[in-house]
């Protein structure tokens, strides 16, 4: 009775952690032939691992409705963005001013794929991969990936961004920095 009991449990956990997951979008990979699995299915993860990264897939899907003004608005006062070839960002206001697309016209989402909760449970950091869709002047899509890191920190009770940096992704292999063989050059 007793080892039914613990099948039954460990099924029924199973099927919560991978429904939790696939709600919030977890699991999915956005690289060609990677296979993430989502962390939330990880038996051995802490409460406040969890935490965080269901705060970073509420932050994510804030964004996804929102656009940038929602992206400004989970920082901290005092927060910083680092990018890929620009001046660092400081303060929640400069982070507006610099956050203004719609999400109609520009779409960042991101997955988180781990977190770490500091020992004190009041800051954290959760990283994963992200995309951001968009289209040119021709209506053609533009698409720009990458890998991002984000700094949790509780302030007065609400959890807040700290601190979000972000790297583009390399180029594939083959893309980048080849020279044209001899008879196809143009």
């Known amino acids: 009775m007793r080892r039914s009991f613990l099948l039954l ?27 993430a699995q989502s962390p939330l299915t990880v038996p051995t993860l802490s409460p406040g691992v969890v935490f965080l990264m269901e705060l970073e897939g509420r932050f994510n899907q804030a964004v996804e409705k929102g656009g940038g003004k929602a992206f400004a608005s ?34 960042l989402t ?13 800051m954290g950091f959760t990283w994963g991969h992200y995309e951001g869709h968009s289209k040119d002047k021709n209506g ?36 980048c920095c080849t020279l044209p063989k001899p008879g196809n050059a143009k």
């Not at 449990?9 to 060609?32: C, E, I, K, R, Y």
């Not at 972000?166 to 180029?171: E, I, M, R, T, V």
């Open 74 to 107: 989970w920082f901290a006062d005092d927060a910083v963005v680092l990018n890929n070839g620009r001046a660092a960002t400081f303060g929640k206001l400069a982070i507006g001013e610099q956050a203004k697309w719609d999400p109609k016209d520009y779409q």
């Open 140 to 175: 053609q899509p533009i698409v720009v990936e990458g890998r991002y890191i984000t700094i949790w920190k509780k302030i007065n009770g609400e959890w807040k961004v700290a601190m979000d940096a972000s790297a583009n992704d390399a180029p594939i292999a083959g893309e």
């Open 110 to 122: 991101w997955q988180p794929q781990g977190a770490q909760m500091g020992p004190s449970g009041d």
């Open 9 to 35: 449990w460990v099924a029924v956990s199973a099927v919560a952690t991978h429904t939790a997951a696939a709600q919030l979008g977890f699991g999915q990979s956005n690289q060609p032939n990677q296979q």
